[in-house]
């Protein structure tokens, strides 16, 4: 009986691509900054400009508040509630200033179109993560989704990635993570998977940092850089 498509190099062919959200599938900053900034006003403290609340994007929103709060020279006792809240504001902002990545939209159909499962593992909470697939009307795209809440220890564990690649039905020797940070790039690497790092999102620090199979700076080249490693090629 024939065995499982192989790549040249006698690996498995890439059947799932999981991906990170903000910052590599999606511009939220705007939407960030907007609730931080509304908590800020709340707590009398000054409010925060988008590069700032850029840069505290990456390790889900209790990191987030914690870091504007800390930017602001005043960590509270309450912080729980404050992240709470600060969710609260989220939520109210309904998302309308979170927009695609250039070229995303149009790698993400590209990719289903041709029979790979998608994935998206993020810091997120789920339920935000979700709306903002289905506001931009790409949820029936992805085979699985797993949050920040999910009950898994929250990225650079590898738990939450693995679990994810487990929903899209392929083991991780068939999948690859794309994502914009260096926690991105640690969780890919305990995990086991090629890293493919996008340039233009919100990564700090430099490129040479970050154990990568591959970068890319526009999504119209996603294919392309997944046809192109060298141990693993897409299902044609």
């Given at each position: 009986?024939?065995?499982?498509?192989?790549?040249?190099?006698?690996?498995?062919?890439?059947?799932?691509?999981?991906?990170?959200?903000?910052?590599?599938?999606?511009?939220?900053?705007?939407?960030?900054?907007?609730?931080?900034?509304?908590?800020?006003?709340?707590?009398?403290?000054?409010?925060?400009?988008?590069?700032?609340?850029?840069?505290?994007?990456?390790?889900?929103i209790a990191r987030l508040?914690?870091?504007?709060?800390?930017?602001?020279?005043?960590?509270?006792?309450?912080?729980?509630?404050?992240?709470?809240?600060?969710?609260?504001?989220?939520?109210?902002?309904?998302?309308?200033r979170t927009g695609f990545?250039?070229?995303?939209?149009?790698?993400?159909?590209?990719?289903?179109?041709?029979?790979?499962?998608?994935?998206?593992?993020?810091?997120?909470?789920?339920?935000?993560?979700?709306?903002?697939?289905?506001?931009?009307?790409?949820?029936?795209?992805?085979?699985?989704?797993?949050?920040?809440?999910?009950?898994?220890?929250?990225?650079?564990?590898?738990?939450?990635?693995?679990?994810?690649?487990?929903?899209?039905?392929?083991?991780?020797?068939?999948?690859?993570?794309?994502?914009?940070?260096?926690?991105?790039?640690?969780?890919?690497?305990?995990?086991?998977?090629?890293?493919?790092?996008?340039?233009?999102?919100?990564?700090?620090?430099?490129?040479?940092?970050?154990?990568?199979?591959?970068?890319?700076?526009?999504?119209?080249?996603?294919?392309?850089?997944?046809?192109?490693?060298?141990?693993?090629?897409?299902?044609?």
């Amino acid at each position: 009986m024939p065995g499982r498509p192989q790549s040249r190099q006698g690996r498995p062919r890439v059947k799932a691509v999981v991906f990170d959200l903000d910052g590599t599938l999606v511009d939220s900053a705007g939407d960030l900054q907007a609730a931080a900034n509304r908590l800020m006003r709340q707590n009398g403290l000054p409010e925060l400009d988008l590069a700032t609340v850029t840069c505290f994007i990456g390790n889900g929103i209790a990191r987030l508040v914690e870091r504007c709060f800390a930017h602001s020279g005043s960590l509270p006792d309450d912080l729980p509630d404050q992240v709470a809240r600060f969710k609260l504001y989220y939520a109210a902002e309904e998302h309308r200033r979170t927009g695609f990545m250039p070229g995303a939209e149009t790698a993400l159909r590209r990719l289903a179109a041709s029979d790979m499962a998608l994935g998206l593992c993020t810091n997120k909470d789920t339920q935000p993560a979700r709306a903002i697939l289905n506001r931009l009307r790409i949820e029936g795209l992805f085979r699985a989704v797993v949050g920040g809440d999910s009950g898994l220890a929250q990225k650079p564990d590898a738990s939450p990635l693995l679990a994810c690649v487990a929903l899209c039905g392929v083991p991780p020797a068939e999948a690859v993570y794309v994502g914009d940070s260096a926690t991105d790039a640690a969780t890919a690497e305990v995990a086991g998977l090629p890293f493919l790092l996008y340039t233009e999102g919100y990564r700090r620090g430099p490129l040479v940092t970050m154990k990568h199979a591959a970068a890319f700076s526009h999504f119209a080249n996603l294919p392309n850089v997944i046809r192109g490693l060298p141990h693993a090629h897409p299902a044609d």
